[in-house]
């Protein structure tokens, strides 16, 4: 997932780009192409544009634009051109698109295909309408046609075209080879909501099934005639590289092929995953740490507490802050750190690549189609077009398969060039390598200051932060870095939404640590979230306001805040005592609300914590306003999943460095939450008649702050560091 800042930045680009709602309707649409292990799709009679095609047997096949990797995307982008083709839900399958930034860009990103920034609903909505829609017109129209009726007199639904008066009746199938002999229409008028009749239902997801039985295609699952499978020893540190290798007990395990050197360390391949393995496990290896990174995570939070006393870029400035300060009956300060991620996705990192004399095809979960692309094409020499991807399911990424550097796949076509192309090579990245040699949230280190005035009354806010930059190096550097201030570092903090008069934002960016970042589920808003509402909380209580009055007050100008805020506040019962917990334990309440990727977003939550320290989060209420809920039954999923995903973090996501190297390597000393710790969970979805706009990520920065908000209730003592530990919260 990328972050709310590309969608945003691009919104410049989105004019354009919405010229290219019409591109795929221009272009001849060819079949994306069936995947190893994948039955192919019936052959289409009916391919009226870039996203449709309506086979012979009436299957209806909806091209996704967009990775489908557990968060809905398919199931929601099919709905919307099902809804306006009035198909047969039933009917309905879906195929990841080819790699083609022409037809299948991201239009908020420009001429860019990918799938990020929790965009795909919303930067799809028009342009699939538009594609259902002209399909829709032009089976009636050629229904009409044969039955030389007026196209007026005819209706559709759940795929079949009627005529009231004759009583003719033709199922899209029927009808399809007809219709591609008719002129796609220039314009189309598109239904009101109140006729939806899918869109706001809660169409069952088309991937469950598959993903049930075992159909559905993964990475893992494609096995080509010859293939390698590889896997890599990767250095221990960030910056080392091979000084020599001996790879002698490798080569003798069984079913090893191949030992050979790559840029990013040493490959061994072998005809399966476990020979590979066990292979990799047998190299000797002397590593040139030369230039290794070699700081640990304490001694970087040393160096940025100590940037933090100096001011930094501004990132943004209201009113006259040290006027506010000077004149301040109150002053409020606290600190708060937030450690490096990983994003510990269910599927590691993984591709495979064949290379041959017309180009190289690819199998990958792929994120940053275009991307990806680009730099395999550099890698072999080839035109961007010789460079074919099949997009597969992923299990999972919350970003990290969204790589501007294509780490992992270019180090499989570094494999493939290695060993001169002979076969086509599965790359297999093991937890550990994912957890090691992989990319991170930036560690962040948050200072913030506040002044009240004599009437209590918040008067002035200043906001330091301190971490490492995602944008920088990346194509979205020259776009989204503007004069030294990385928008994504900034991201909820900068834009705050709360009435206060006189404002400082700024950052200072450490050029000097090697670690490689990227963006993790909610990018920025995963650490200004917890730092701006708890220490909002902080100072309610210094100024004896109600935290959610409080808000509610400092929200004024922000309808869609306030909205989901007093929603969540009513269904969560806020204001009453909650039941008295086991003996020696404290309860309490706590609220957040947070904006990202346009979606608005307030949670409620509720925790015991016991005299030791321990924490138990029982429950948690939601509130969200996206839109135009396309699939509310996945809009909750999306919002429980993201409660879990972030809950697991707050609780134990940490990752640590010692002299540079990552200590964690598996889900034993990085674990997720386990089923019994997972809270009730309630979903309310404010109803919208706006665009619809992002959910896989906006569930996830408002949850550890309401947490820590419902600590500080219970115990008065507020967290100042993530994850939470015993020894902060005993009694």
């Known amino acids: 997932m990328l972050n709310t800042t590309i969608e945003n930045a691009s919104r410049r680009s989105f004019m354009q780009g919405a010229a290219g709602l019409t591109l795929g309707f221009c272009l001849p649409a060819t079949a994306a192409a069936p ?20 086979a012979p047997d009436n299957t209806v096949t909806v091209i996704s634009k967009h990775l489908e990797m557990g968060q809905g995307t398919y199931t ?156 890599v020893a990767h250095p221990p540190r960030f910056g080392a590289t091979v000084r020599r290798f ?19 360390g040493v490959a061994v391949l072998a005809r399966d995953t476990w020979s590979a393995k066990k292979g990799r496990d047998a190299l000797s290896v002397d590593w040139d740490e030369t230039r290794a990174f070699r700081l640990g995570s304490d001694e970087i939070l040393a160096r940025y507490r100590e940037m933090a006393k100096s001011p930094g870029l501004v990132a943004h400035r209201t009113g006259d802050p040290e006027q506010a300060f000077a004149n301040a009956a109150k002053i409020v300060k606290a600190t708060y750190d937030f450690p490096y991620l990983a994003h510990a996705a269910m599927e590691p990192m993984n591709c495979v690549i064949h290379l041959t004399e017309q180009g190289c095809e690819v199998w990958n979960g792929e994120q940053l189609n275009t991307g990806d692309q680009s730099r395999l094409a550099e890698v072999f020499g080839l035109r961007p077009e010789q460079v074919k991807i099949n997009m597969l399911y992923a299990g999972g990424s919350f970003g990290r398969r969204a790589n501007t550097h294509s780490d992992y796949v270019v180090e499989t076509a570094r494999i493939v060039q290695a060993i001169g192309g ?6 297999v990245w093991m937890r550990e390598d994912d957890m090691r040699a992989g990319y991170y949230r930036p560690l962040f280190h948050h200072a913030l200051e506040a002044a009240l005035d004599a009437g209590g009354r918040l008067s002035g806010w200043r906001h330091r932060l301190v971490g490492q930059s995602i944008l920088a190096g990346s194509p979205f550097e020259s776009m989204m870095v503007k004069d030294g201030i990385d928008a994504v570092s900034v991201e909820g903090a900068a834009n705050l939404p709360y009435a206060i008069a006189n404002r400082l934002v700024d950052l200072h960016t450490p050029k000097d640590i090697a670690v490689p970042v990227l963006w993790w589920r909610s990018v920025g808003s995963s650490h200004t979230a917890y730092a701006t509402e ?45 039941p ?53 039954d996945n809009i909750r999923s999306q919002v429980e999943g993201a409660v879990g995903f972030a809950l697991s973090a707050a609780l134990y996501g940490e990752i640590t460095l010692r002299e540079g190297a990552v200590v964690e390597g598996n889900f034993d000393t990085y674990p997720p939450i386990r089923i019994g710790e997972m809270p009730r969970v309630e979903v309310h979805i404010v109803s919208s008649a ?16 309401a947490v820590a908000n419902a600590i500080g209730a219970a115990t008065g003592k507020y967290p100042d560091r993530l994850p939470f530990r015993a020894e902060d919260l005993r009694a």
């Open 422 to 427: 002979k076969a086509p090579v599965k790359l």
């Open 76 to 231: 929601g982008l099919a709905t919307i051109l099902a809804e306006e083709l009035d198909a047969d839900w039933q009917t309905v399958r879906i195929e990841g698109a080819p790699a083609d930034a022409q037809r299948y860009n991201n239009l908020f990103w420009g001429p860019n295909q990918g799938t990020g920034g929790s965009t795909a609903m919303a930067n799809s909505w028009d342009q699939l309408r538009q594609a259902g829609a002209s399909g829709r017109a032009m089976l009636v129209s050629a229904a009409a046609r044969r039955w030389r009726v007026p196209a007026a007199e005819i209706t559709v639904r759940d795929g079949v075209v009627s005529h009231a008066a004759s009583k003719r009746q033709a199922r899209f199938g029927e009808l399809a080879a007809a219709a591609a002999a008719e002129a796609v229409p220039a314009s189309v008028t598109l239904k009101e909501a109140k006729d939806f009749r899918l869109i706001g239902r809660s169409a069952p997801r088309r991937d469950s099934a598959d993903k049930t039985n075992g159909k559905a295609v993964f990475t893992q699952d494609i096995h080509l005639p010859g293939m390698l499978v590889a896997v």
């Open 35 to 54: 995947v190893a292990g994948q039955a192919a799709s019936p052959p289409p009679a009916f391919a009226p544009n870039a996203f449709l095609r309506i």
């Open 690 to 705: 706006a665009r619809p706009t992002g959910i896989g990520e906006p569930g996830v920065p408002p949850l550890a702050a």
């Open 246 to 264: 001996d790879a002698t007990a490798a080569r003798r395990v069984k079913g090893v092929v191949d030992v050979v050197q790559i840029p990013s």
């Open 534 to 578: 708890v220490f909002l909380d902080v100072v309610a209580r210094a100024a004896g306001k109600d935290p959610v009055a409080w808000r509610l007050e400092l929200l004024a100008e922000h309808p869609r805040h306030r909205g989901v805020l007093q929603l969540a506040a009513e269904k969560s019962g806020w204001g009453t005592p909650l």
């Open 580 to 632: 008295v917990g086991s003996p020696g334990s404290r309860r309490g309440r706590g609220v957040a609300v947070h904006e990202s990727f346009q979606s608005y977003v307030a949670q409620v939550a509720e925790v015991t914590v016991a005299a030791d320290g321990t924490l138990k989060v029982d429950r948690v209420v939601c509130a969200v306003d996206c839109g135009i809920a396309i699939n509310p």
